[in-house]
């Protein structure tokens, strides 16, 4: 029987790529998941790579510094799986024109014409260009980062904890880490309540070429180095209470019965911005990506919200227990809810959570399960 320091369960871009930050520490590695590599939300991802612009505030501070970090991290993976052209983002009705000109991160106006001479293919548009975006091959990234694990395409639906050892069928393992996405969580969380965000994303061919990523309602990619062209969206918010995942996106009659209406828009929304040339469907994903209210990511240990509580009732009513003092469940560990922006925070998320691991380093603040436990248990306070 085979023993590993850690299983990680969920091959997606949280899995996948805190798997690598651990093996690159020394740790065995196995990773797991029903669907395959990058078979759910992240392979659905357009795995654009791409500032948020605004006044600066605790979010898109994260953002912005996990996205330097992740632009550094990916070209030093696997170089040929990145095409780093910058994005232009256009204004729409959550980002203003004001608000692109007037941020934090530096930028350069485009108007129609400067965009004509740069390709006859624009539409009369105007926008705002950030040098400090990319896009990446999801799935090529996802192998990529686990080379070195050993992956199980296994659909585990229970944990069993036995002498110091999560127990499967051919393997035990000494520590587990969550990274599921919208799959019913193996352990209670109700602290982290998922919202399954829908998205759809269209591999093209087209013999048009398109200098740079292109950012309004839709994502259009650049030119990627496999000659596609990927266009993608954020379709459908679900609401966690009313709505739980308990399959793939490929096999949901929810997507699969609108498909053909979502792709037709993504098509006319793209030609608004840039005329596609000899145009054909090549490939199509769907996936629901995991946020919460916040729009923050969660990492760190998994707490035992139940027993907790039991064992310090107080802290309903805000008496502010040390986390150390908390009821966990054992060497279990969540990296989960990272939303639309996957591939972006992954890798930096994977340093704060390996580090706390193995060198016990403090989480932030915004992005402790620990803040969410407090935060439920009080507001459940009757």
């Keep these: 029987m085979k023993i590993y320091d850690f299983l990680i369960i969920g091959a997606g871009s949280a899995g996948c790529n805190i798997a690598h930050y651990l093996q690159k520490k020394g740790k065995k590695i196995a990773i797991a998941d029903k669907e395959g590599v990058a078979g759910g939300g992240s392979g659905a991802a357009g795995a654009f790579l791409s500032p948020l612009p605004g006044k600066e505030n605790l979010y898109n501070t994260f953002i912005n510094n996990a996205l330097l970090f992740s632009l550094k991290f990916y070209e030093e993976l696997s170089p040929n799986a990145i095409v780093k052209k910058g994005v232009l983002r256009i204004a729409n009705e959550n980002f203003d024109n004001d608000k692109l000109e007037k941020n934090s991160v530096e930028n350069r106006y485009y108007d129609s014409k400067e965009l004509q ?15 400090n975006a990319a896009i990446l091959n999801p799935h090529e990234i996802c ?15 229970e944990l069993v904890y036995e002498d110091n050892f999560y127990v499967f069928k051919n393997f035990r393992a000494k520590n587990i880490i969550l990274a599921q996405g919208v799959i019913k969580p193996l352990v209670k969380t109700p602290y982290m309540e998922i919202s399954p965000i829908f998205g759809v994303k269209i591999d093209v061919k087209t013999t048009t070429k398109i200098p740079f990523n292109i950012h309004k309602s839709i994502s259009i990619s650049a030119n990627r180095r496999d000659g596609l062209v990927a266009i993608g969206a954020t379709k459908e918010r679900h609401d966690a209470s009313k709505m739980e995942c308990l399959t793939s996106c490929e096999k949901c009659d929810f997507y699969v019965n609108s498909e053909q209406g979502q792709i037709e828009t993504l098509l ?3 030609n608004e911005l840039i005329k596609l040339e000899n145009l054909e469907v090549a490939k199509i994903y769907r996936g629901a990506r995991a946020t919460i209210k916040s729009y923050f990511p969660v990492i760190g240990k998994a707490i035992n919200y139940e027993g907790s509580l039991k064992k310090h009732p107080s802290i309903k009513n805000g008496t502010k227990i040390p986390p150390d003092l908390l009821e966990h469940f054992p060497n279990l560990y969540l990296m989960n809810a990272l939303g639309s922006r996957g591939f972006v925070v992954a890798p930096y998320l994977a ?9 016990n380093a403090k989480i932030p603040k915004e992005l402790s399960s620990e803040q969410l436990f407090y935060k439920r248990a009080r507001k459940n306070n009757p």
Excluded: M, P, V, W
């Design 117 to 131: 001479e740069i390709s006859h293919n624009f539409n009369k548009i105007e926008g705002y260009f950030y040098e």
């Design 143 to 157: 192998k990529k980062l686990i080379e070195k694990c050993d992956f199980y395409q296994e659909d585990i639906q």
């Design 351 to 359: 340093e704060f959570l390996g580090e706390n691991i193995l060198n």
């Design 268 to 270: 006319r929304e793209a």
